[in-house]
């Protein structure tokens, strides 16, 4: 991806992950989700290089960072969050966190201690139950789509993918969000992300989230169909003094249907 350079790798349990550090300013720390990269921020993060120190990766079975055959569930994504925030010198960043990242920087602050200036999540995850009829099955047969012809990996990712987005999406835009789930070890680390998909790694800090300790604004797509907004809603209500902005006309990949509200949201928040 070379449109998206990550030029900088930190190890973590023996693996790859790789990351950049763009700008100067306050810090600011981006956390994609599944089954993105931070490729997501690709139209967010260059606004804030020349006020913010800003900071993206790859999280561990994602984009440019290793796919490897072991645990790249949201059970080890706070670890390395943590690391990273420590390797990068960060005790109190500003966070944007989307999807599975919302859960990964909720855990790294209320299981791991980490605090942030303020934190926005982007249509998290954060509540159970969760989890598409596809990732439910998939779970179930999780060997069977390992093992699918190429042809048909290549029509699975980018449907599924498309489900996130609400705007009619070209195949060259969508190219860098599918690439990374192709041919191997691409193809069986898309189905191994989706079996260890577990919701006791939420139900872990779910209690805790009226303890939250910083400013939190969350933003969702209204046309969200992967987690629907009422959850959003919810969510912000169990979040003392918490933001909520519905953002229209937006999947739940607001990043590429609603850049602009991302980047006045957190203008304003920031």
Request: charged content about 15%; hydrophobic content about 40%; aromatic content about 12%.
């Amino acid at each position: 991806m070379t449109d998206w350079p990550l030029p900088q790798t930190y190890r973590f349990n023996g693996h790859s992950v790789r990351y950049a550090v763009r700008g100067d300013g306050p810090p600011l720390v981006f956390v994609h989700g599944t089954p993105f990269s931070s490729y997501v921020w690709h139209r967010i993060a260059p606004h804030f290089i020349t006020t913010h120190r800003v900071h993206y990766f790859d999280l561990l079975g994602y984009g440019q960072s290793a796919q490897p055959d072991s645990n790249v569930s949201l059970g080890v994504q706070n670890e390395l969050l943590t690391q990273l925030l420590e390797h990068w010198g960060l005790d109190n960043p500003d966070v944007v966190a989307h999807d599975f990242g919302g859960a990964t920087a909720l855990r790294a602050h209320l299981l791991n201690g980490k605090n942030y200036r303020s934190l926005t999540l982007i249509d998290p995850v954060a509540l159970t139950p969760w989890g598409s009829p596809f990732v439910q099955h998939v779970r179930q047969h999780e060997a069977a789509f390992s093992g699918l012809p190429d042809y048909i990996q290549r029509a699975i990712v980018p449907t599924y993918i498309r489900g996130a987005i609400q705007r009619e999406i070209p195949d060259h835009e969508l190219a860098p969000y599918v690439q990374p789930w192709l041919g191997e070890p691409g193809q069986a680390a898309f189905y191994r992300q989706i079996a260890q998909m577990d919701e006791r790694y939420t139900q872990e800090a779910e209690g805790l989230y009226p303890t939250i300790r910083c400013p939190v604004q969350i933003l969702w797509g209204e046309d969200d169909q992967w987690i629907p907004i009422e959850r959003g809603r919810a969510l912000h209500g169990m979040i003392p003094g918490s933001r909520f902005h519905a953002i229209p006309n937006a999947g739940h990949l607001v990043q590429e249907d609603a850049p602009e509200a991302i980047v006045a949201a957190l203008l304003r928040f920031l």
